[in-house]
């Protein structure tokens, strides 16, 4: 007996996957021809939706992916308005993709002036390093791996190039407390024009999500590779970051899944990835799930509970709860693949989730009394709002 019940997709929903397919198997210069058809088959479906469609699109951030498939293919099914609704959107998108990505060579060549090594993390690095565009990936914040080591350094840095670091400052707790529970520190810079957001890792992954987690300062200690001048880790290092990020999150949108799609690693890259970065399992498991898109066959093959996470208005709605391995109980077809997944936990466990809301709480104290940029006191942020939920 299946321990969660299969969702069902509608056509909108069903048409999104193969836009997805399409733009994956075009990346990689693979045959389309029956995803071409399937996608014609969806938007002919008498209950398709194209409000639908843009917002399910949106929710998963592939926005730009969805313009680049549709934007070829004309056609009396695609709406000549929701495709000039999707470029203007695409062209925002490639604005600020271009914008942030100055500023990040920019960091980075302050942190080269300083002597620190670093690498950049997701975001513009991970859009140019996967997809070899800047403007085909949304991102929000800036991400870069620093040397533990080297933190202190690198918050003076920080705070010479005017960010402002809340954590750090004034954290929960002692210094070495917040080395040993979290994996990063954020940064903020407000502008009479713009916010910046900057991240700074000296893990991958928070220890309370996977003990043992390594530091990264060995993979900077490697050598790294570079994009347009900025250093990124590897590409199989990367992917396997990428892996065990996304299981975190519960691959919780489909843009994850697409960023490990469109450069897939070859058995010497998952040989590295598996032997130098995080969780094997993990890193073979998103493999499997990035291929399944390829063949436009996630809405048939995926365990049911990624399904609902996919289809869920609310995208935090099935990450505070259950585990990856119930999942695979209430599909056959992927119990063979158990195994693969015994370290896709759920999003949190419960003493990362006190500290996110004991951490939200802090950041809106300080918002409220004027002391630090964050988010606006008033607000209550998803990530607060899952948590108040797994513990009512």
């Known amino acids: 007996m299946a321990l969660f019940a299969s969702p069902q997709w509608t056509s909108a929903q069903r048409a999104l996957l193969t836009t997805l397919a399409l733009f994956v198997r075009a990346r990689r210069d693979l045959p389309w ?58 062209r925002r998108g490639l604005l600020h993709a271009e914008g942030s990505f100055q500023r990040l060579k920019s960091l980075s060549q302050s942190l080269k002036r300083e002597g620190i090594v670093h690498a950049a993390y997701k975001g513009p690095a991970l859009s140019l390093q996967a997809y070899g565009d800047v403007g085909l990936r949304t991102f929000g914040d800036l991400d870069l791996f620093v040397p533990r080591a080297e933190l202190d350094r690198v918050v003076a840095w920080a705070k010479r190039e005017q960010y402002t670091l809340p954590e750090w400052d004034c954290g929960l707790a002692d210094r070495g407390w917040l080395l040993a529970h979290l994996h990063h520190v954020s940064a903020y810079r407000k502008s009479a024009f713009s916010d910046a957001h900057l991240e700074l890792h000296w893990r991958a992954l928070p220890p309370m999500s996977r003990p043992g987690a390594p530091t990264i300062d060995a993979w900077l200690e490697a050598p790294l590779d570079s994009v347009d001048g900025v250093p990124v880790l590897p590409w199989p290092r990367t992917f396997a970051a990428n892996a065990e990020h996304h299981a975190k999150h519960g691959w919780s949108r489909l843009m994850l899944l697409v960023d490990c799609a469109v450069r897939p690693l070859g058995p010497g890259e998952m040989t590295t990835a598996v032997d130098d970065a995080l969780g094997a399992r993990v890193t073979e498991a998103t493999g499997a799930l990035a291929e399944a898109l390829t063949n ?91 948590f108040r939920e797994l513990f009512r």
């Open 33 to 90: 021809e029956k995803e071409d058809a399937s996608l014609l088959h969806h938007l002919s479906s008498p209950d398709f939706s194209w409000d639908e469609y843009v917002a399910f699109a949106r929710r998963h951030r592939v926005v730009p992916m969805v313009f680049e498939v549709l934007k070829t293919r004309s056609t009396a099914r695609i709406s000549p308005a929701i495709l000039h609704e999707l470029r203007d959107e695409s």
């Open 296 to 386: 436009d066959a996630l809405y048939t093959d995926a365990p049911a509970l990624l399904q609902r996470t996919w289809l869920a208005e609310d995208p935090y709605q099935f990450e505070v709860g259950g585990s990856y391995l119930d999942a695979l109980d209430s599909s056959g077809a992927w119990q063979r693949r158990r195994c693969r997944f015994q370290a896709a936990w759920a999003v949190v466990n419960r003493k990362e989730a006190i500290y996110a809301v004991a951490r939200q709480a802090y950041l809106e104290a300080n918002v409220a009394a004027g002391r630090v940029f964050g988010p606006r006191p008033n607000s209550e942020s998803p990530m607060l709002k899952r």
